[in-house]
Each structure stands twice: as C-alpha cells, then as structure tokens.
C-alpha cells in the first residue's frame, strides 16, 4: 500500500532532550517535507527537500534540523526541544512537478514540558 | 510575504444544505490551488487547480479556480454529516510547485 508513515504517533518529552520524528514513504517521490500544524495557523511548513541531500528552509525552521541521506527518509530533529514546538507535526511526499498532490503521514503529536 | 487567506473560518450547516468555502491568496510564483479535507488525520486531497475557469467535480464536490481575482471555491451540495470536517486550501509556488503554503482552515460541521 503507497503511504507515508510517520513514527512515533505520539510523543511527551521534556524541554531540552533531543529526539527525532521518523518519515518513511514507499512511492519513490523525489519531494518531502515537513509541516507543524496549530489551532488558528494551519499547516506551516518547517523545511523540504527536492531530493536526496537538497534540503531547504520553509516558513518556520528554527529550532529545527533535517536529513534526506536517502530518498525514502527524511527524518526531523529537534535538537534541543522548547515547550513553544508542542504541535502537531506532518511529514508529506509528493512527485517533483507542479500538478503532483502532496501526500501525508498520519501526523505525530508532540507535547514538550 | 505569501498569504492564503479562508472564508468563514468555521460554519454550521444542516444535512441537505449547499455550502460554499472561500480561498484567496497573494502567494508569488503561483503554481497550483489544492483543497484537502482533513477529519481527525491526515488531510487527503481533494482538487488541484491551475487553471482559470475550469471546474473540477468529484460527486457532491466541486471547485473552481480565478487566477485574475485570486480565489477559489469550494461547494458541497446535499451535505451530509460525513462531511463535518476541516476544510484545507494550499497554494504550491516556486519553480517546481511543490512549496506549499496553506489556509488556516475552514471548520464545516454539517447537523443531522
């Protein structure tokens, strides 16, 4: 089955204790990205990449990093995690080519204490 | 600075009633409009837009494009309760289309 999977679904941490949010996708799509998504903002994008090792900002990327060492992982880590990144998080794939829909993951809720 | 803009932000309808959701945007680099319906999920997509004046129709579904004023719309008629969901607009820009920007969401709760 074509699908994004996203790891874990949920997530507590505390403020300051790195991790990472996994993003797999098994329909060989050259574009990735990540997405945060808050009451009243909507889905903000935090960085893309085009394909393997062409990563690049979105709207909010601080306090973020990424990868793309692979075409079908694109891991996003927090490095030192702060309570404002408490949000729900989507990582999405699409064909490169501007009529290709974006495809999401089911999402990853992060609260940071 | 890029802007998708939603209007209402949240509506209220009876099961049967038309609904029209609004989407205008200032974005450079136009390339595409998506709408995506998200429940409690994922968004899944619905329609992708690039051009003025067609109309895409899935079912009750159906939107349309204006490139000139710089809107789309979203209608759903005959609603039914498995429509209550939010409704997403996306407008892709840069070369490749695939940077998305998106609306803050429309809320459509359709009552039996």
């Known amino acids: 089955e074509a699908q994004v999977t996203q790891n874990p679904r949920y997530l507590i941490t505390v403020t300051g204790k790195k991790l990472t949010v996994t993003c797999s996708q098994n329909?060989?799509?050259?574009?990735m990205s990540w997405y945060r998504q808050d009451p009243g903002l909507g889905l903000r994008q935090i960085y893309y990449?085009?394909?393997?090792?062409?990563?690049d900002k979105g709207d909010v990327p601080e306090g973020y990093k990424v990868s793309r060492k692979e075409k079908r992982n694109f891991p996003l880590i927090l490095e030192s995690p702060s309570p404002n990144q408490t949000s729900l998080y989507f990582c999405?794939?699409?064909?490169?080519?501007?009529?290709?829909?974006?495809?999401f993951g089911n999402g990853t809720r992060l609260t940071v204490t | 600075e890029d802007k998708v803009v939603q209007s209402p932000l949240s509506l209220v309808v009876h099961e049967g009633d038309t609904v029209t959701l609004n989407c205008s945007y200032e974005?450079?680099?136009?390339?595409?409009l998506l709408w995506y319906k998200q429940e409690k999920k994922a968004p899944t997509f619905l329609f992708m837009l690039?051009?003025?004046?067609i109309e895409k129709k899935s079912g009750r579904l159906s939107s349309i494009l204006d490139k000139k004023e710089l809107f789309s719309i979203l209608n759903i008629t005959a609603t039914q309760t498995g429509d209550s969901a939010v409704y997403l607009c996306?407008?892709?820009?840069?070369?490749?289309?695939?940077?998305?920007?998106f609306g803050p969401g429309t809320r459509l709760s359709v009552l039996p």
């Open positions: 999405a794939s699409s064909y490169r080519g501007y009529v290709s829909p974006l495809h």
């Open positions: 329909m060989n799509h050259e574009y």
């Open positions: 990449s085009m394909n393997v090792e062409v990563t």
């Open positions: 974005v450079t680099n136009f390339r595409s």
């Open positions: 690039t051009s003025s004046g």
């Open positions: 996306a407008v892709g820009r840069d070369n490749y289309g695939q940077n998305f920007v």
